[in-house]
């Protein structure tokens, strides 16, 4: 008898800098190929604010503070039989870059910084509202610290 599927907590992070967000382009399971936020799971006796920046750094090599959330995902796959293969909650984060220069990695097959109107066509479902979401709060937390 093989283990349920139980849902992931996983964090993720829209990093911003001079207006563009980083985006990498998954380089394995799941949803390899596509354009993402770097994130992961969330480890035990962690909060969400340090897995999603602790997740940057490990994927792309990026430093940033976190501003807030921007919304939360579920991403649930199937098999080819249609039965759940994984389940995964995506908490999504904004923050500011704060040192670093993105490289790819195990994870991160390519990493670009992108005007967030004009994202790539390949994106995991939801990407866009939540870079949206992310970039708001960017531009307020910005627009707060320069006055």
Sequence with gaps: MSTPIRPVLAASTAVFRDGRV???????????????????RVEPG???AEAAAREVMEEVGVACDILGFAGALDVIQRDEAGGLSAHFVVVSHAARWTGGEPAVGPEAAEV????????????????????????????????THST
Excluded: K, M, Q
């Design 22 to 40: 980083l985006l990498a382009r998954r380089g394995r399971a799941p949803s390899p190929g596509l354009w993402t936020l770097p994130g992961g």
């Design 46 to 48: 962690e909060t969400l």
């Design 112 to 143: 670009g910084w992108f005007d967030p109107s004009v994202l790539p066509e390949e994106t995991t479902p939801g990407l866009a509202g939540i870079v949206e979401a992310a970039r708001l709060i960017a531009f307020a937390a910005a627009s």
